[in-house]
C-alpha cells in the first residue's frame, strides 16, 4: 500500500485516488460487461469522494440497490469486489451487532451480512462467502468519529490508537477481500 501522509506510520494508508476506469477494471468476481455496467456512487461524478478519510471505497450502486462494492487498496493495486446485500426485513432496535471489519456496535439494522460470488470457477458454480458489514459500508468515517451509529450502545473504551484500529480493520477487510479472491 502506498503511505500518502509521511505524518502517518508505514501501514497507516488512505486510499488514493482513483479513476472510474481503474476501478472497474479491478473487479475479481465478476465479468467484464458486469463491472462496466456498475454505476459509481453520486459523489465520484461530481468529484466529491473524500479521499482523505477513506480506507477503502465502498457504495451501493444506485441502479441495482441489493448490489454493494468494495474496493480495496492493496500492494499489487485495488481490488474490487461485487457483493450482494439482503432485502431490507424488519429487525428489533433492541438488537445490537457489530461491523466484523471496523468493530462497530450498530443496533442489528446497522449491521448488514453481505455475500459475495467467489471469483473464477467455483463463483460461476455459485459459491460464496459473506461477511457482516456496516451497512453504508462506512467504517472509515465510524473509525474517524466522523459519522457515529444511529444509537450509541455502551461499549468499553478502546485502548488502540486510530492507525491500530485502522490496521486492523484493514488487516479484517484484506481477509474478507482474499478470500473472495482466492475463488
Not at 500518502?4 to 475479481?28: K, Y
Not at 468476481?29 to 461524478?45: D, L, Q, T, V, Y
Not at 470457477?121 to 458489514?133: H, M, P, T
Not at 456496516?134 to 459519522?147: H, I, N, P, T
Request: aromatic content about 6%; glycine content about 10%.
Amino acid at each position: 500500500m502506498r503511505v500518502r501522509s509521511p505524518g502517518r506510520s508505514a501501514s497507516f494508508a488512505q486510499m488514493e485516488p482513483l479513476g472510474e476506469q481503474e476501478i472497474r477494471a479491478c473487479f475479481v468476481n465478476c465479468s467484464k460487461g458486469e463491472a462496466s455496467r456498475i454505476r459509481m456512487p453520486a459523489a465520484f461524478s461530481a468529484g466529491g469522494v473524500p479521499w482523505a478519510d477513506l480506507d477503502f471505497l465502498g457504495w451501493t450502486d444506485p441502479g441495482a440497490p441489493l448490489r454493494a462494492l468494495l474496493v480495496v487498496p492493496g500492494p499489487d493495486g485495488p481490488t474490487g469486489v461485487v457483493l450482494r446485500r439482503p432485502e431490507a426485513r424488519k429487525v428489533s432496535a433492541m438488537r445490537s451487532s457489530m461491523c466484523r471489519v471496523c468493530l462497530t456496535d450498530h443496533v442489528a439494522s446497522g449491521v448488514t451480512l453481505f455475500v459475495a460470488p467467489l471469483a473464477g470457477a467455483a463463483g460461476r458454480k455459485g459459491n460464496s462467502v459473506g461477511e457482516y458489514l456496516c451497512a453504508d459500508l462506512a467504517c472509515s468515517q465510524y473509525l474517524r468519529g466522523k459519522r457515529q451509529p444511529k444509537m450509541r450502545l455502551v461499549r468499553p473504551e478502546e485502548t488502540l490508537t486510530l492507525p491500530e484500529r485502522i490496521d486492523r480493520a484493514m488487516a479484517n477487510l484484506h481477509a474478507f477481500v482474499g478470500r473472495v479472491a482466492a475463488g
